[in-house]
Each structure stands twice: as C-alpha cells, then as structure tokens.
C-alpha cells in the first residue's frame, strides 16, 4: 500500500466479517496501528465491505479504514483487489487507494483477549428424535399367542381407624414482631466492589509510569467517597482508556462513548492526595484522546474535562480537606 505494509485477518460467517487490520509505515516500522472491524458480504456481487470500529494499538495519528474486496476473472489465486478509503466506501472526495492483497494464510489471527470475540460460540442443547415404534407383522401359519388374563384376587376389608379425640387445649399463636427500622447506623458496612482487571495490567502500569504525568485539574473536598462518570467528550471516534487511582490499575480498555464508565472510588484514608490518571490506549480517529468526566462528592457535581496522548497523561487531583 505505496509506504505501508498492510495485514487483514478475516473471519467469515456466512454473510457476516469481523476480524482486524494491522498496518505500519515501511521506513518507521514502530508508526503502526491495530483496529478491529466488521463487515458484511454481498452476495450478488461477491463484494465484501469491511469497516474499522475499534482501535487496540495505534502508535500515531491513524485513522479506520474502509475496505472493500474483490476479485476479478482472470485474478491468479488466492489474491484480492482492494480499495482503502479514510472517508467511507465511496466517496467523491476520496478517490481512495487500489492494492492487491496475497492469502498468507488460512487461519487469521485472533483478537485480543480483552476484546469481544468476533462471533461468540453459543452452546445449544439438542434432543434427539424420538424412534416410532415399527409392528412386527406375525409370520404366516403362526397364531399370535395372547396372554390370559391376570387373577385379581380381592383386597382384605381395612378396618377403620378410630377417630381421636381433638385436644381442648389450643396453645395461643404468638404475636408477630414488626421488624426493627433499619437506620443508617445498623446498615452494614459498604464493601467496594472492584473492577475488573486486564490480564496484561502490570505491562500497562509500566507503560503508565513512563509517560509525562500533566496535572489537569486540581479540587479540594472534603468527602471519602466519590462516583466518576466518564464519557467521550465531544464526538466519538473510538477513544479507549485505562483508568488509575493513585497509581492502581481500576479499568483497562474501556472504550468512551455516549454511555458512561461508572466508577466508585472510597479515597485511601492514609493519604490527603488523590489523584485519577486517564491513560490513552489509541487517539481514536479524531486525535487526541479527550474524555468528559462528571464527579459527584457528596452534594457536590464537578464536570472536569481531559485531553491525553501517547506520550502523556490526564491527571485529575482531588485534595482531601475535612471540615473545620
């Protein structure tokens, strides 16, 4: 593809695709991006359509592709014709590029572990039909033999028990208890519920400490308990964050969007500083990576805003001050 090498793993069933691209500039082989996509085949055209949604990897100022494959009469075997757009599949603003794809292989390389497989198997219980019985027709001359009847020999007569006598004696049923009020002192004790962690959280930790730390904004409460919302601030383009508190991994991957990470966090009593890092995984197609954050303290409603890239981090400080 002109400067850059481009890999598709794709896995087909029937008209569906998903699968992902991998692609790097052949003079910086380190500028390369990892995006998963979807896609469909059609039928009477024998065209497949192929769109990138989400990025895992991308080290630079990468965009989604839109792909679109095909072949021809008279193509040698196991290659495809494409064409690679940034806008959409046809465009009159994007001539786009035209490349010729080789099978490498027959078994594409599958997605990440933190990602949502492609097609996920699902098991379903089948039953067996039942056999309908076959009658065996009697051979000729034989008669079929049929079983006499069983003597049934009467039951003994049962003699009734007798009838005992109820107890005058009734025992008074006790009184039911109405339940104690449940007051906020006698509830018990809120256990934080911890969020999942990735499998590779100590290599993104690592990754997380080795970029410039940029403190974005700074605020004084006076609460041990706050709830972060996060979304994608402004138009989502697949931005994706990990997100830390005091240096601990709480969320990895998390893609933004118009729906929010709802994130509790009881703020450690041996320290008065707290601080939320934002990491970027990618810098989606609209770089840089920017998220909205809405914080609720107590009776207390902060909007806070963040923009990260692959070289530093959002830091949002809250400063622990009890009430004189």
Known sequence: MQNEFLQVNIDQRGGRICGYTYDYELSNPPDHCKAKFEGRLDAASKTWYLKGVEFFENSGSH???YLTLWREQGDAANTLRARVSTSSFNS????????TLTRASASPNRLPVYMAPCFPETKRSVRPPLKKAVPVKPEPGIKKSVPAKP??????AVKPKPIAKPNPAVKPQPRPVSPKPVTRDSMPPKIPVQAPISQDHKLITTKMKE????????????VDHINLK???????????VSVFY????LLSHQRLSDKPINIDIDFDKDTDIHEITLYAENLGSIPPNTALIVVTAGKQRF???????LNENAVLVFERKPRP
């Open 92 to 99: 009159l603003f994007d001539d786009g590029i035209y490349i």
């Open 230 to 240: 996060i979304y994608d601030n402004g138009e989502i383009d697949g931005d994706t």
């Open 151 to 156: 003597i049934v020999k009467p039951k003994p």
């Open 211 to 222: 970029r410039k730390q940029m403190e974005q904004s700074r605020i004084a409460l006076d």
């Open 246 to 249: 005091n240096k601990k991994l």
């Open 63 to 65: 965009v989604f592709m």
């Open 303 to 309: 909007e806070l805003r963040s923009k990260a890239n």
